[in-house]
């Protein structure tokens, strides 16, 4: 039975990983800016106590690795609300270790959120804005989904998949009136580094002390003093959504700002030093 609330908010926000860290200040930015949030997560009761009881708000116990428990959700929200306007792809976890020193159990568990449950969640929800036709579905990136970096390359490797899709989706939903934008956060201060969001690959070799053991030692001196401030992050989402035009890409912070330069200077570089072996591949011109 549907049971559309009749009150009127601004837009209706689905947002996935909303029991603490970034999701839960998503959430409380688009409730203070007088939108409707559905606000997703393992404990449901959780985000409820820490956003507090409103009208506007609706906690649905969530596990986007399960199909049944998204489907659930999303017809959870259109029985509330009648219609979901923003999709907040936020879910995920990282993985420090070299490539080497990622088990299988480890690669598969974190393609299971980061990527496989982000399809799932966008899949359920696309129907529900092409009807619309409108809507705009907002994946959360990272610094290292545009530059990769040595210790965290199946993580990386997660983000360049969420981007790769994004870029598709942009493609394919904008003659339908529906946005796509990829988030690229750099390093914030929450809780991302601690064990609650982030696994550390427990096999340990030595060869790569120099690089991704860097890495390892540099995440306890940064975390809690990341440079990135994320109820700022937060603000910012709201202005995106505003928008008229949302980016395809909205990279957050200086720290990434400045590895996209960096990057595209290096690709530049690297192409113009490889281009005639480049295009020595074609067939003859006739």
């Known amino acids: 039975m549907t049971t559309h609330t009749t009150l009127q908010f601004k837009r209706v926000w689905f947002i996935t990983g909303a029991t603490r860290g970034l999701g839960a200040l998503m959430a409380k930015a688009a409730l203070a800016d007088g939108n409707a949030v559905v606000a ?3 404990n449901a ?15 649905v116990p969530l ?3 399960d199909e049944a428990q998204v489907r659930a959700a999303v ?4 029985d ?7 999709l907040i792809n936020n879910a995920g976890f990282g993985l420090l270790a070299a490539v080497e020193e990622s088990s299988d159990s480890e690669v598969r568990r974190i393609y299971e959120t980061n990527v496989f449950g982000l399809l ?3 899949r359920a929800v696309l129907p529900t804005m092409r009807k619309q036709r409108s809507g705009h579905i907002i994946n959360l990136s990272s610094i290292v989904g545009y530059q990769a970096a040595a210790g965290v390359g199946v993580y990386s490797s997660t983000k360049f998949a969420v981007e790769g899709i994004t870029e598709a989706l942009h493609a394919e939903l904008k003659p ?5 934008t990829m ?35 540099l995440a306890v001196v940064i975390n809690h003093n990341q440079p990135g401030d994320p109820e700022r992050l937060a603000t910012a989402v709201v202005a995106l959504v505003d928008a008229k035009t949302p980016p395809l890409r909205l990279p957050l912070g200086t720290d990434t700002l400045k590895a996209i330069a960096g990057k595209n200077a290096y690709v530049a570089t690297e192409t113009e030093a490889w281009k005639t072996l480049s295009a020595s591949t074609d067939f003859p011109a006739e």
């Open 120 to 122: 799932s969640v966008t």
């Open 176 to 180: 339908l009136g529906i946005h796509a």
């Open 63 to 65: 596990d986007v690795t």
């Open 183 to 217: 988030i690229e956060p750099g390093f914030f201060r929450t809780d991302f580094l601690d064990a609650s969001s982030l696994a550390v690959g427990a096999d340990v070799i030595d060869d790569y002390a120099e690089s991704s053991g860097k890495l390892r030692e």
């Open 80 to 86: 509330r609300f009648g219609r979901i306007d923003v």
């Open 45 to 59: 009761s959780a985000i409820v106590e820490r956003l507090g009881e409103s009208p506007a708000l609706l906690a």
């Open 75 to 78: 017809d959870a929200a259109i």
């Open 40 to 42: 997703t997560g393992r």
